[in-house]
């Protein structure tokens, strides 16, 4: 099926529709290293609800300005990089919500973590209903004044672990399909009749902003993590090797991947003993040392702490799987 010339503005070359019924649309967009899954309702005239399921890197090439679309995100999982055209990068995480006209001063386009699961909401503010407060008395949604408050914070805000969107959101995962569009209107118009009635900017916490070179030594930093895992590694030494102030290379790191530079280099540590609890008979300590515990009671609780086992218990059970999967082949 042939994409609208609508639909290819919106969401860039590398998209193509899957499955097109009365009740929605499906896309899938690919890159060299994944691909991603959008599921799309139209709940009102112009106004679409949109479950993303990403397991990429970026999205969106070629993606056009929309300059009369509003886009509401709410990230249920992993992350997305907001590239601003100032070279700054903004960052969305588990439970925040953002709000940007799609003018392409704000692109939504990458995932640092290489995957993302959310819901999104767009607006074509020239096709959505003009008066959505007729449906329901004293429901009063004023996009006009959502509009204006963009248009003063440069075109995007974010709002970080807001309870009551995080509740509403929440409940769009867990609907029957026989129940999904009539409750599609109801939570679209509860998410909007909250984000229209607040007062946005004392709800718009600090952003996780951060400039171009910031990103790029992070992103350098995770980069010689990955490959030398099995050296000491302080974060002293990283920060004069990478040429950035220690704190900001701390706030920074976490912001892009939500997770502490020492918390991220155990978390390779411990996949790797993981593939060598199975793989090989060495002793527990023996794995230990390779990845740089030299106590096994230390390197059991951290290994507890990422794989949520213990090395030992690990090992039995990996093996009693394979055994299991083998017997069934025969």
């Given at each position: 099926?042939?994409?609208?010339?609508?639909?290819?503005?919106?969401?860039?070359?590398?998209?193509?529709?899957?499955?097109?019924?009365?009740?929605?649309?499906?896309?899938?967009?690919?890159?060299?290293?994944?691909?991603?899954?959008?599921?799309?309702?139209?709940?009102?005239?112009?106004?679409?609800?949109?479950?993303?399921?990403?397991?990429?890197?970026?999205?969106?090439?070629?993606?056009?300005?929309?300059?009369?679309?509003?886009?509401?995100?709410?990230?249920?999982?992993?992350?997305?990089?907001?590239?601003?055209?100032?070279?700054?990068?903004?960052?969305?995480?588990?439970?925040?919500?953002?709000?940007?006209?799609?003018?392409?001063?704000?692109?939504?386009?990458?995932?640092?973590l290489g995957y993302y699961y959310g819901t999104s909401i767009e607006i074509n503010m020239d096709e959505a209903p003009k008066c959505l407060s007729c449906i329901l008395d004293d429901v009063y949604i004023d996009f006009e004044k959502l509009w204006k408050?963009?248009?003063?914070?440069?075109?995007?805000?974010?709002?970080?672990?807001?309870?009551?969107?995080?509740?509403?959101?929440?409940?769009?995962?867990?609907?029957?399909?026989?129940?999904?569009?009539?409750?599609?209107?109801?939570k679209v118009l509860e998410i909007l009749f909250f984000l229209c009635g607040m007062d946005i900017d004392s709800a718009t916490s600090?952003?996780?902003?951060?400039?171009?070179?910031?990103?790029?030594?992070?992103?350098?930093?995770?980069?010689?993590?990955?490959?030398?895992?099995?050296?000491?590694?302080?974060?002293?030494?990283?920060?004069?090797?990478?040429?950035?102030?220690?704190?900001?290379?701390?706030?920074?790191?976490?912001?892009?991947?939500?997770?502490?530079?020492?918390?991220?280099?155990?978390?390779?540590?411990?996949?790797?003993?993981?593939?060598?609890?199975?793989?090989?008979?060495?002793?527990?300590?023996?794995?230990?040392?390779?990845?740089?515990?030299?106590?096994?009671?230390?390197?059991?609780?951290?290994?507890?702490?990422?794989?949520?086992?213990?090395?030992?218990?690990?090992?039995?059970?990996?093996?009693?799987?394979?055994?299991?999967?083998?017997?069934?082949?025969?």
């Amino acid at each position: 099926m042939a994409l609208t010339d609508k639909e290819r503005k919106l969401y860039g070359d590398n998209v193509q529709i899957l499955k097109k019924t009365e009740v929605y649309t499906q896309y899938r967009l690919s890159d060299e290293v994944g691909e991603g899954i959008m599921t799309a309702y139209e709940v009102f005239p112009g106004i679409r609800l949109i479950y993303n399921d990403m397991r990429m890197n970026a999205c969106g090439e070629n993606v056009m300005p929309m300059s009369n679309f509003i886009e509401v995100n709410h990230c249920r999982e992993g992350q997305i990089e907001l590239l601003l055209d100032s070279d700054e990068h903004l960052y969305l995480t588990k439970g925040d919500l953002s709000v940007n006209i799609k003018d392409g001063s704000c692109h939504s386009s990458c995932f640092p973590l290489g995957y993302y699961y959310g819901t999104s909401i767009e607006i074509n503010m020239d096709e959505a209903p003009k008066c959505l407060s007729c449906i329901l008395d004293d429901v009063y949604i004023d996009f006009e004044k959502l509009w204006k408050v963009l248009k003063s914070s440069d075109s995007c805000i974010i709002m970080r672990n807001i309870p009551s969107f995080e509740h509403i959101f929440s409940e769009l995962y867990s609907i029957s399909d026989d129940m999904r569009l009539g409750y599609y209107k109801i939570k679209v118009l509860e998410i909007l009749f909250f984000l229209c009635g607040m007062d946005i900017d004392s709800a718009t916490s600090v952003k996780k902003r951060y400039s171009k070179l910031q990103e790029q030594k992070v992103r350098a930093i995770k980069e010689y993590v990955d490959v030398n895992w099995q050296e000491h590694i302080t974060l002293c030494d990283l920060s004069a090797q990478f040429a950035i102030p220690l704190t900001s290379m701390k706030k920074c790191f976490h912001g892009i991947y939500d997770i502490g530079i020492y918390a991220y280099l155990r978390n390779i540590r411990m996949q790797k003993a993981a593939v060598l609890l199975v793989q090989t008979d060495e002793t527990v300590l023996s794995i230990a040392g390779q990845v740089g515990y030299d106590n096994a009671s230390k390197f059991s609780s951290a290994f507890k702490t990422v794989i949520g086992q213990l090395p030992t218990e690990y090992r039995r059970n990996e093996k009693e799987h394979d055994q299991m999967e083998q017997s069934k082949a025969f």
